[in-house]
């Protein structure tokens, strides 16, 4: 079994940055991570993935604004937001699988506004 605990969220202005955190409980930490988010009304979308070797993926509306990375020593994961968009708030969610079952953190709300 597996938690995760999301932090980082907040209001922001747009164009402005955040720095999501998620650490997971599971002391072997070699697990592929990714972040969601679901906005208000819509589904929820994955928006950033890293792999155990470090190997990333995000969606393409986020690329080159967004950068997830792991600290393995911390059991943590990361995701930079910059240059925030007002259609970008959403509730963020951590997740990993582990021998077939998905687990979530409770998730972190993220709003973009002035």
């Known amino acids: 079994q597996v938690q995760l605990v999301e ?4 209001l922001v202005q747009p ?3 955040l720095r999501l955190s998620c650490v ?3 002391t072997q930490f070699r697990l592929k991570m990714g972040w969601y988010r679901r906005a208000l009304g819509k589904e929820r979308e994955l928006v950033a993935a890293i792999s155990t070797d470090g190997s990333t993926g995000y969606v393409d509306s ?9 600290d393995d020593a911390k059991n943590t994961v990361y995701l930079q937001m910059n240059s925030l968009k007002p259609e970008e708030s959403a509730v963020y969610y951590c997740n990993t699988k582990v021998c077939g079952i998905d687990y979530w953190g409770q998730g972190t709300q993220v709003t973009v506004s002035s």
């Open 7 to 10: 932090s980082g969220g907040g």
């Open 62 to 70: 986020v690329k080159g604004r967004f950068t997830i990375s792991r």
């Open 15 to 17: 164009g402005g940055s």
């Open 24 to 26: 997971a409980s599971r």
